[in-house]
């Protein structure tokens, strides 16, 4: 939960006869992402009412992925299951992703969507097209319109657990597993209440995070761009030495003009893409934490 204090009380009404209704021991483990707003006093609150909520605090906003990690890393549950509190992600298929995990002796259960209506757009499109993009450089193992909505076994949690990644994209970390999995499909819903968390910059980091983080076709295209304009550069030089022998070299200023901004646009798209993977080396070097907990709210022993 990010700044989330007026979807806290829908989301709250509707989770908590979901998991009453299983019959089993829960826990809700609530990570509040450094929020400005009143979203940690109000769960603060809940907790005295709902003895099975637990409030996590963490210190400074630290991004989804590393609050999804904070989740991963304190849940104790036989089974984990990861929502976000925008209610666009219905919890009543909790149920549903528990069931099929038990009956179909299952690891992961992704919630994947059917109907995207909701969306913008240009918001289908650009997610159509990053999954697509995604299933080709990691795998066919990547479902489609499947976010952070699933359902975890303790050993898929443990596996999460021990890999390195200090940038993660848990939605190619877990197919990345290989875990035996099922899909439970469900409707895309419009924000309960409050503003989108993932506006375009960060629709565009999260790809870029997910390239760079399962791939090198990166740094090969930066050497097919290197190599096409290797032969750019020679067909330029032909055409140079025509004109010139001519005697009329004055047009091929042109061609030169754009010559020299072909090369030198493409020394920089390499360079970016040297620089995004110095950058992930750079963090994993440092090996910093992802996150710090502020408070938990878990009763001590």
């Not at 099975?52 to 890393?73: C, I, K």
């Not at 875990?179 to 629709?203: D, H, I, N, Q």
Request: aromatic residues 10%.
């Amino acid at each position: 939960m990010y700044n989330e204090e007026e979807a806290l009380p829908a989301f709250t009404a509707r989770l908590r006869p979901v998991l009453d209704g299983l019959g089993v021991a829960y826990e809700v483990v609530a990570v509040d992402d450094g929020s400005a707003d009143k979203t940690a006093a109000l769960l603060r609150d809940l907790t005295s009412v709902w003895p099975e909520l637990r409030m996590v605090r963490l210190r400074r906003n630290s991004g989804h992925q590393a609050a999804l990690t904070a989740g991963l890393n304190l849940a104790v549950g036989d089974y984990v299951a990861s929502i976000d509190a925008d209610l666009q992600d219905p919890p009543e298929k909790i149920a549903e992703m528990l069931e099929l995990a038990q009956h179909d002796q299952l690891d992961i259960v992704y919630g994947v969507r059917d109907d995207r209506s909701t969306d913008t757009g240009f918001k289908r499109w650009t997610a159509g097209a990053y999954y697509r993009l995604m299933r080709r450089m990691v795998g066919r193992q990547v479902p489609s319109n499947a976010g952070d909505f699933r359902l975890l076994s303790r050993d898929a949690v443990e596996a999460l657990r021990a890999l390195p990644d200090q940038q993660r994209v848990y939605r190619l970390l877990v197919p990345w597993l290989g875990f035996p999995s099922g899909e439970v499909y469900y409707t895309r819903e419009e924000r309960v209440a409050g503003e989108t968390k993932y506006p375009l910059s960060k629709m565009v980091r999260l790809a870029v995070d997910s390239i760079t983080g399962f791939s090198s076709a990166p740094l090969k295209l930066a050497t097919w761009l290197g190599t096409l304009a290797f032969f750019a550069c020679l067909l330029l030089v032909a055409f140079s030495i025509t004109v010139y022998l001519t005697g009329n070299p004055v047009p091929g200023w042109t061609s030169l003009f754009v010559g020299v901004l072909f090369v030198g646009a493409v020394q920089l798209i390499c360079v970016g893409l040297l620089g995004e993977y110095v950058a992930r080396i750079y963090t994993a070097v440092q090996n910093r934490p992802a996150y710090f907990v502020a408070e938990d709210t878990r009763p001590k022993g």
